[in-house]
């Protein structure tokens, strides 16, 4: 056989291939997102299933932050709940970030931390709470029901961060694909998959996956904690709603348990490797693409910077938060670098900011992070800037404030594609000399670039592996053959061993 | 945008695909394949090698069964083994079935299946220890493994149910890719993967996923008698080999852990899903394809049979091995069917065929179950013969002989897509009636077709992935991201927990 030459088999894989990219048929998709930026995520994978023929409906309810009512590519469902608690806006996480600033300012006894965690617990299983009215509002409107049952939806899609969609899809009998990193009360994995603490790190602590032996002490402790968070905070919220509407000896957690594909928002190249699931799907790094053009106004800024290149700096939704006296040493050692700088930036201006940085309320941080000349990024470590980052191989200076953040630059800063820099301790000097560092010593992009290679060497673009599994779910009614018999164990231990 | 059109990230993936299936670049691969039925994949993957460009060279013994030393795909390196014991002929496994066979007709005492299973971890340990004397031979061939070092092979390629090349390939210092199902004294997943007992029926017993409390405890039993085995009889085997050649402080499991990828001859339509993990690619049923047109003559008979249809019989090459007395219950339950019978067999004849019946000592299997007139497969359940009847969607009647066969059967079983007889229990009516009943009702054909479609629902051909997976491991040199710490805990007992 001549080299190169394309046997019978591969003819038929791209047969299989083609199809798949040119066969349109309509399903009908009833989809539970999560506010902020995970709907960010959820709106792609939408968009992507309407350009695919899909009727998508999004359940979304009347005070939503970033769900819009109306948008050429879904129609949406808008449920209104009494009393609804402010969480739903930005400012409630910012206060958050103020909080645990001024601890750690306090010199961050153990008690105040202790203090602050359980303030967390509260607010944690209040957003459940909120969360699952949702699902009391919709299966107590047995009209609304009904019309979703005569709607013959194919599939529930559902951000589990806030499960309630599971109850819904459990009433209309129809099968269920998560689009998730996190669920009820950490990462996804930890739900569906053996999880050993002795190389595993355990959500909510930055730990490596090489551990030492007190490291893995401290990581089973936390994996006791999770677990019994996710058991006693949270699952009883959905647990009170299983039995009202399903009757007794139903458990949420099995529900939860017994989606048919979780489509994991993960890539190797950033989480550590670890034990999955034959129905986990990784889809990590979805949300990126080529670079579009940049505006004539930004380009022109862009280019300006010369051979020395511009840096990005984004902290997110959360900036505001930040008090001005870091807002301002950042500013400063800003100004003394050669590069130019981009700044999103919604808080308050710092004074000192130098000719050299331009301060953006929102900008185009993908396009931006694929440009050629951009030298490095500096990022709170959201994963949604991180997978661009990584996709577009460029090095990471982290600067984590709350939630997932320290873990996420904690494991780019173990490949050497990032450096860290503790916010609270932040100096004008050690802000600059880390940027510097990050900009000029090539091993944090030689890291960055292969990291980047390594995730873009695959047969299919991740939100196309997504579709495609939607579809197989839709197609064949659920995916039963790869779900294991865990999710049936009575005691979660038994899941394991 | 229009239904069905192609957006950016699909045409993304398609010329990714497409620059997949037509790029041509020269890989050298090593490899290290099982003789007999293991080898008809393994030459199939050769195969695909060879004709995407690369290279290969395969190591085989001058006494080897199947492996010959010339082919048109791949140069081979000869070694010869001294004292070489007989276990490379087909004769030494008959042997294994006439033993058991006879203990059974003697009903079966628990001291006779004891010293069976005492007899076959002697022969175990004595197939290992000449199987590592391929690694002995090489190894102190210092002028050879100068050359090997000199070619610069990529990869190294190892069915490792006779894992002496993870020795070579670690000598060379190269990355290795496992072509897998069985490993050491047990199916591959145990070996690298959490397999909780709860769930996950281990080797050797015939026990499906939901199990009953006492069903988990024999197969925890089982679970730790496979342990030990791998602990205590295959393993040292091959550490002593590891620490002549190497030094001690290396254990030769860990090495065994330590494969890049591996690509297992599994899919779920199939084997009950477990706990897997991110270095694992499924390739199950990578050898299937389309039908090629039968022979002139086997056309003709087939067409011979009718509405009625014809039905295939193999039990592969072990069939030497069965008495006569049962062969001739078997022709004479063919006898009384309607359907045309296509029966391999290479021992002696039995005297009572039927006009029906046709005995070839070959037959173009995968071709003959791709017939549109085929009405069930008589297997004993190697299994190439079962992906090819899933691939196909044919009905099974199942004859397990020996070693995984009544593991392979009862899955088949659980699904309804097979009824399983036991060999030593067979009367002409009992298995007239099987067949006939997997004939004739549909329940069998229905659920073998639905796994058929869930099989083929794949955005690629196994095959294809598992090229895609040796490239990646040539392209990247290794595959370090996607394996798990586990392999480097100091005790089993800690990759699980």
Same mark, same amino acid.
């Given at each position: 056989?001549?080299?190169?030459?394309?046997?019978?088999?591969?003819?038929?894989?791209?047969?299989?291939?083609?199809?798949?990219?040119?066969?349109?048929?309509?399903?009908?998709?009833?989809?539970?997102?999560?506010?902020?930026?995970?709907?960010?995520?959820?709106?792609?994978?939408?968009?992507?299933?309407?350009?695919?023929? /899909?009727?998508?409906?999004?359940?979304?309810?009347?005070?939503?932050?970033? #769900?819009?009512?109306?948008?050429?590519?879904?129609?949406?469902?808008?449920?209104?709940?009494?009393?609804?608690?402010?969480?739903?806006?930005?400012?409630?996480?910012? !206060?958050?970030? #103020?909080?645990?600033?001024?601890?750690?300012?306090?010199?961050?006894?153990?008690?105040?931390?202790?203090?602050?965690?359980?303030?967390?617990?509260?607010?944690?299983?209040? =957003?459940?709470?909120?969360?699952?009215?949702?699902?009391?509002?919709?299966?107590?409107?047995?009209?609304?029901?009904?019309?979703?049952?005569?709607?013959?939806?194919?599939?529930?899609?559902?951000?589990?961060?806030?499960?309630?969609?599971?109850?819904?899809?459990?009433?209309?009998?129809?099968?269920?694909?998560?689009?998730? &990193?996190? =669920?009820?009360?950490?990462?996804?994995?930890?739900?569906?998959?053996?999880?050993?603490?002795?190389?595993?790190?355990?959500?909510?602590?930055?730990?490596?996956?090489?551990?030492?032996?007190?490291?893995?002490?401290?990581?089973?402790? *936390?994996?006791?904690?999770?677990? @019994?968070?996710?058991?006693?905070?949270?699952?009883?919220?959905?647990?009170?709603?299983?039995?009202?509407?399903?009757?007794?000896?139903?458990?949420?957690? /099995?529900?939860?348990?017994?989606?048919?594909?979780?489509?994991? &928002?993960?890539?190797?190249?950033?989480?550590?490797?670890?034990?999955?699931?034959?129905?986990?799907?990784?889809?990590?790094?979805?949300?990126?693409?080529?670079?579009?053009?940049?505006?004539?106004?930004?380009?022109?800024?862009?280019?300006?910077?010369?051979?020395?290149?511009?840096?990005?700096? !984004?902290?997110?939704? +959360?900036?505001?938060?930040?008090?001005?006296?870091?807002?301002?040493?950042?500013?400063?050692?800003?100004?003394?670098?050669?590069?130019?700088?981009?700044? $999103?930036?919604?808080?308050?201006?710092?004074?000192?900011?130098?000719?050299?940085?331009?301060?953006?309320?929102?900008?185009?941080?993908?396009?931006? +992070?694929? *440009?050629?000349?951009?030298?490095?990024?500096? !990022?709170?470590?959201?994963?949604?800037?991180?997978?661009?980052?990584?996709?577009?191989?460029?090095?990471? #200076?982290?600067?984590?404030?709350?939630?997932?953040?320290?873990?996420?630059?904690?494991?780019?800063?173990?490949?050497?594609?990032?450096?860290? +820099?503790?916010?609270?301790? =932040?100096?004008?000097?050690?802000?600059?000399?880390?940027?510097?560092?990050?900009?000029?010593?090539?091993?944090?992009?030689?890291?960055?670039?292969?990291?980047?290679?390594?995730?873009?060497?695959?047969?299919?673009?991740?939100?196309?592996?997504?579709?495609?599994? =939607?579809?197989?779910?839709? $197609?064949?009614?659920?995916?039963?053959?790869?779900?294991?018999?865990?999710?049936?164990?009575? @005691?979660?231990?038994?899941?394991?061993?």
């Amino acid at each position: 056989m001549p080299r190169g030459s394309m046997d019978i088999l591969s003819r038929l894989s791209l047969l299989t291939f083609l199809s798949f990219l040119t066969t349109a048929w309509s399903g009908k998709v009833l989809v539970f997102p999560v506010d902020g930026s995970h709907w960010v995520n959820m709106n792609l994978m939408i968009q992507g299933l309407h350009s695919r023929g /899909h009727e998508v409906t999004v359940v979304r309810t009347a005070t939503s932050w970033y #769900v819009k009512e109306t948008a050429p590519h879904y129609s949406s469902l808008t449920i209104t709940i009494p009393e609804a608690i402010c969480i739903e806006k930005e400012d409630f996480f910012v !206060s958050f970030l #103020v909080k645990m600033l001024a601890i750690k300012k306090e010199g961050g006894s153990p008690m105040a931390f202790l203090s602050f965690y359980w303030e967390m617990l509260g607010t944690l299983s209040i =957003i459940h709470q909120q969360a699952s009215m949702v699902g009391v509002q919709m299966l107590e409107d047995k009209a609304l029901m009904q019309k979703l049952r005569d709607t013959k939806y194919d599939l529930v899609l559902i951000d589990p961060g806030l499960p309630v969609g599971v109850l819904v899809a459990h009433a209309l009998g129809l099968p269920t694909v998560f689009n998730v &990193r996190w =669920i009820t009360s950490g990462e996804g994995h930890f739900v569906v998959a053996p999880s050993p603490t002795s190389y595993v790190p355990t959500s909510g602590v930055a730990l490596p996956d090489k551990m030492t032996f007190l490291q893995r002490l401290q990581n089973t402790f *936390h994996y006791g904690l999770n677990t @019994c968070i996710d058991k006693f905070v949270v699952c009883p919220v959905y647990d009170r709603l299983v039995e009202k509407y399903f009757g007794s000896g139903l458990s949420f957690y /099995h529900m939860l348990q017994a989606a048919d594909i979780w489509l994991m &928002r993960v890539d190797f190249v950033f989480e550590f490797p670890r034990p999955t699931m034959p129905n986990i799907v990784y889809i990590g790094g979805f949300q990126c693409k080529p670079p579009s053009p940049l505006s004539a106004e930004l380009e022109d800024f862009v280019q300006s910077s010369g051979d020395h290149g511009f840096i990005l700096m !984004s902290l997110g939704t +959360l900036v505001k938060g930040l008090p001005k006296e870091i807002t301002s040493k950042i500013a400063a050692a800003f100004a003394q670098l050669p590069q130019k700088i981009i700044w $999103r930036h919604a808080g308050e201006r710092p004074d000192n900011l130098g000719n050299n940085t331009l301060l953006l309320k929102w900008l185009p941080q993908s396009d931006l +992070l694929g *440009h050629p000349k951009i030298k490095a990024f500096v !990022s709170h470590g959201g994963t949604n800037g991180i997978y661009e980052s990584i996709y577009n191989g460029v090095p990471v #200076v982290g600067v984590p404030l709350l939630f997932d953040q320290p873990e996420n630059v904690l494991r780019l800063e173990i490949r050497g594609a990032a450096k860290v +820099l503790d916010v609270t301790q =932040i100096t004008t000097e050690s802000f600059r000399d880390t940027v510097q560092e990050v900009v000029n010593n090539p091993f944090y992009r030689d890291n960055m670039k292969r990291l980047s290679s390594l995730h873009r060497d695959q047969p299919m673009h991740p939100l196309d592996t997504a579709l495609f599994w =939607i579809e197989f779910v839709m $197609r064949n009614k659920g995916a039963a053959h790869l779900r294991t018999e865990s999710y049936k164990m009575p @005691c979660r231990a038994f899941a394991v061993l």
